[in-house]
């Protein structure tokens, strides 16, 4: 049976913990940039993003793409550099699930397509898991249906954000992280400085 492994942060495990199920929440492309890609129709759904029965896919480690994201993810508002990341995983029995190819949105991080290219690239590269025959660079799995909590498994709490303190935050802007002064305000680091 396929799974679906998605990160987050303990916090916000805790909460789904106490809500009883992941909330898909997520919009595939921000509402802001909507309207900027013309002729594409955008789904009305809300998502949960995560990998498809590999929590470290190695096309996603080149390029250093999954840790942009999860510096992204972390330090961009939806969780806290004092928080500790969690790996979920979840069998995907029945939910509404599609496969998107992330490679033009790391195009778009790395200026190689414009915004609107490499969104309406992404969108519509969307195919149900079912019909997905392989061949993406990087797959992403993204889920339209809430997950109930007895069906996630937690894979792993890594202490916090080893990786962060490795990379720093200088490596972090030049992966085309916005937020670094915000970032930096936190802990009152200066350019370079490791957290």
């Known amino acids: 049976m396929q799974r679906g492994f998605h990160y987050t942060t303990l916090s916000k495990y805790r909460s789904i913990e ?23 129709e955008f789904p009305d759904e809300r998502y949960t993003f995560a990998f498809l029965d590999n929590a470290e896919p190695e096309s996603w480690k080149q390029g250093d793409f999954l840790n942009y994201l999860l510096h992204i993810y972390i330090a961009g508002g939806k969780g806290s550099f004092l928080d500790r990341l969690v790996l979920l995983s979840f069998p995907l029995e029945g939910e509404e699930a599609h496969i998107l190819e992330a490679k033009f949105m790391y195009n778009v991080t790395k200026n190689i397509m414009t915004p609107s290219e490499g969104f309406r690239g992404y969108v519509q590269s969307m195919v149900r898991v079912e019909e997905y025959k392989g061949g993406y660079e990087m797959p992403e799995l993204a889920v339209a249906s809430d997950i109930p909590f007895e069906k996630i498994r937690l894979e792993s709490v890594n202490p916090r954000f080893d990786s962060v303190k490795k990379i720093g935050l200088s490596k972090i802007a030049r992966l085309g992280f916005r937020n670094v002064k915000k970032a930096r305000g936190k802990k009152n680091l200066k350019e370079g400085e490791e957290l």
């Open 18 to 40: 106490k809500k009883g199920v992941l909330e898909s929440s997520s919009e595939l492309i921000p509402p802001s940039w909507q309207s900027r890609v013309l002729g594409v």
